[in-house]
């Protein structure tokens, strides 16, 4: 084989025996560096501003910071090293590396293995964790709490199935100096026992993503719910949904590669599959954070775009000049006038009286309701004061 084919990209010229040539026809789209680096990159910046302004709020405005908050930053390392995984043979069969290239390959896929459980628990965890501060209802919450002990109990198991897949450790990346050493589950060298294990793991994966995902979408069918928070959740469900696409797509994925070819290469089959763990992820990590950003960031764009909003919802009121006319004799002394305002913040009684030093108007002419220079009640002089309710002002002369 040439030297150009050992350093070349994509589906190879000629298949050595034990590979099946039908597996590289066709480069998928993520085995290809530049795709891969530009997803991975995007989905990484998204995330963590998402995440980092999800800690502003709890720890500046609210004052509140939880557990939830610490968990929801665990989620990237796997995909730092994804990208740096793109320098390192990612993307190219494996009988084209050079063994120092071959190697650095899969101490790179160890790394990224064993982050994976502990970044899909942690994200979990922070969302079970977000669902408990929130959700009132007892049977919800025990449901909370048994996802929270069963989501924890899964990630310690695949963390250790991950992070011992050899022993020794080293055993993993170093194949051709090791070949005596224990390796069961990930670090399997049959293909039989090492397509097991990862379905295992994701099947379940995308199992407890389903469930914590539908935890809270009784909130959306509930007829109490508005219907700007109807919305909210659904734009919320959606990047859920997207999530569980990516999780569900993985194991399409992986039993399709895994069943149709015998053979594993790992620098071939891995790009996809840990492409779709790195986006349901950061998915997860910006469906944790965007509940806990909304609610601020709503109130900062109704201050932007709205100054003032008063709604009035009854007036009920007659403004009498200090010497009504002598058909008005049978009217009130005194007139309570009681305006009832509702806005989100207070309700009030506005009480406002009303007098006329000018002397009193001939009693053909005079109306209540229009202003003129007999009364002295002009259409920019009517103002509606808002004061402290104390009691009834009958009879008494307010400043």
Same mark, same amino acid.
């Given at each position: ?110 790394? %990224?293995?064993? /982050? ?9 965890? @922070?969302? +079970?964790?977000?669902?408990? &501060? *929130? ?93 700007? %928070?109807?919305? /909210? ?9 997207? @999530?569980? +696409?990516?999780?569900?797509? &993985? *194991? ?148």
């Amino acid at each position: 084989m040439a030297d150009s084919e050992l350093t070349t990209p994509g589906p190879p010229r000629t298949v050595p025996p034990g590979f099946d040539p039908a597996k590289y026809q066709a480069a998928p789209l993520l085995n290809q560096r530049s795709p891969l680096l530009a997803l991975t990159i995007f989905f990484i910046v998204f995330s963590w501003i998402c995440s980092l302004a999800r800690l502003y709020v709890r720890f500046i405005v609210q004052r509140a910071p939880g557990w939830d908050d610490f968990f929801i930053l665990s989620t990237t390392m796997g995909s730092v090293v994804l990208c740096i995984m793109t320098n390192l043979g990612l993307g190219r069969p494996m009988f084209t590396l050079t063994p120092p290239e071959l190697e650095a390959n899969l101490k790179a896929v160890y790394i %990224t293995m064993a /982050s994976y459980p502990l970044s899909s628990t942690f994200i979990k965890t @922070a969302l +079970l964790l977000q669902y408990l &501060r *929130v959700l009132t209802g007892p049977r919800i919450r025990m449901l909370c709490r048994l996802m929270l002990v069963l989501t924890v109990l899964l990630g310690i198991a695949f963390a250790i199935c991950s992070w011992f897949a050899c022993y020794p450790v080293h055993a993993f990346w170093q194949l051709d100096r090791q070949p005596d050493a224990f390796c069961w589950g990930f670090g399997s060298r049959e293909t039989t026992e090492f397509r097991h294990a990862i379905l295992a793991q994701v099947i379940s994966t995308a199992v407890a993503d389903f469930i914590v995902f539908v935890i809270p979408a009784r909130l959306y069918f509930q007829p109490s719910t508005p219907r700007a %928070t109807r919305l /909210s959740l659904l734009g919320l469900f959606s990047l859920g949904l997207c @999530a569980n +696409l990516c999780s569900v797509w &993985r *194991v399409v994925y992986i039993i399709r590669t895994t069943a149709i070819h015998n053979d594993f290469d790992p620098p071939w089959d891995n790009p996809m599959a840990m492409g779709l763990a790195s986006y349901e992820v950061h998915l997860a990590a910006v469906c944790a954070a965007l509940p806990v950003l909304w609610p601020v960031l709503r109130d900062t764009w109704n201050r932007i775009c709205v100054t003032r909003e008063v709604t009035v919802t009854h007036e009920d009121g007659v403004f009498v000049p200090k010497h009504p006319p002598a058909r008005m004799q049978h009217c009130v002394e005194t007139v309570d006038v009681d305006v009832e305002m509702q806005s989100t913040t207070s309700q009030r009684d506005l009480v406002r009286d009303h007098h006329d030093d000018k002397g009193p108007p001939q009693a053909e002419d005079w109306n209540p309701f229009v202003g003129d220079e007999r009364t002295g009640l002009g259409e920019s002089e009517t103002v509606v004061e808002a004061l402290k309710r104390r009691g009834w002002f009958r009879g008494r002369k307010m400043v």
